[in-house]
């Protein structure tokens, strides 16, 4: 595995972890990955619109704006799919807090 790659799962299981605990830093920072391939992660505009979204939803102003650019580049079904797996994670969290 190169150290790019190495850097990138590094970076997105870090982030997880914080996004898992409802960290919104963790949440744009995982949208800044996914929408730049930031150290090497590949892009996903699905992924990165999925994490703005639940940003944005905790009142991060910037993820809202990377929210509206990323969505240019996207089809009306692919931000339905971001939108449908940000509700999806919601789902998961709330389960997680009342387990």
């Given at each position: 595995m190169g150290t790019s790659l190495k850097n990138a799962v590094f970076l997105v299981e870090s982030r997880l972890r914080?996004?898992?605990?409802?960290?919104?830093?963790?949440?744009?920072?995982?949208?800044?990955?996914?929408?730049?391939?930031?150290?090497?992660?590949?892009?996903?505009?699905?992924?990165?619109?999925?994490?703005?979204?639940?940003?944005?939803?905790?009142?991060?102003?910037?993820?809202q704006e990377c929210r509206a650019e990323v969505a240019e580049d996207m089809s009306a079904r692919e931000i339905a799919a971001a939108q449908k797996a940000a509700r999806a994670w919601l789902q998961r969290s709330a389960i997680r807090a009342a387990a």
């Open positions: 914080d996004a898992a605990r409802g960290s919104v830093q963790a949440y744009y920072e995982l949208g800044m990955v996914f929408s730049s391939g930031a150290e090497g992660a590949d892009v996903d505009l699905i992924e990165a619109h999925k994490w703005f979204n639940l940003a944005a939803m905790r009142g991060n102003a910037r993820a």
